[in-house]
């Protein structure tokens, strides 16, 4: 059995596994630093530890992978928001319009509560006052990603509410089981 010292104490020449001669544990249980440096190097023996490149070739496809997807994550939420925005500019516009307010007014409602970039159109059909509001997506537009959002709302003109039943008015309300 070696010592500490190797076995030149005791005469004796420490060889085989865990001895100096072949590279083995020497001292307190310390490996020789020659055969750690080949591990790196990838010259270990059959079974050894190979890839030590490997991982830094991974970081740098990973990385920039996740970086795009992370963009893409963002630019979704913010044409979501965008979508959002459009739906209750329409909504105000068409609320605005259906109060008989002026066009002027109802497109300055709409665009109060729209993204930037926004177009408004405002029209009466018969009972009915549509807005629409359209507004280009934000993000990047170098890409091909310039998406179009389109929010429409309808509502019915006030002054067309009850407009049918003028000379009913004068009757009174019809409520069941009350004489009138």
Known sequence: MCGSDGGAASGVECTGEGGAADGGAVGRGRTDPGRRRDAYRGRAGPGRWRDAGFVTAEAAVVLPTLVLFTMALLWILM??????????????????????????????????????????????????????VVA???????????VRLRAEAVALAEDTVGAGRQGDAAAGPDVPGVDS
């Not at 209750?88 to 109060?99: L, Y």
Request: aromatic share 0%.
């Open 79 to 132: 044409a979501a928001s965008a979508q959002i925005q459009c739906v209750d500019a329409a909504r105000a516009g068409a609320r605005a319009m259906a109060r008989q307010d002026p066009p002027g007014t109802a497109v300055a409602a709409a665009r109060q509560a729209a993204p930037p970039g926004t177009r408004v159109a405002v029209r009466r059909d018969g009972d009915l006052v549509r807005v629409e």
């Open 136 to 146: 280009p997506a934000p993000g990047p537009r170098v890409l091909g990603l310039g």
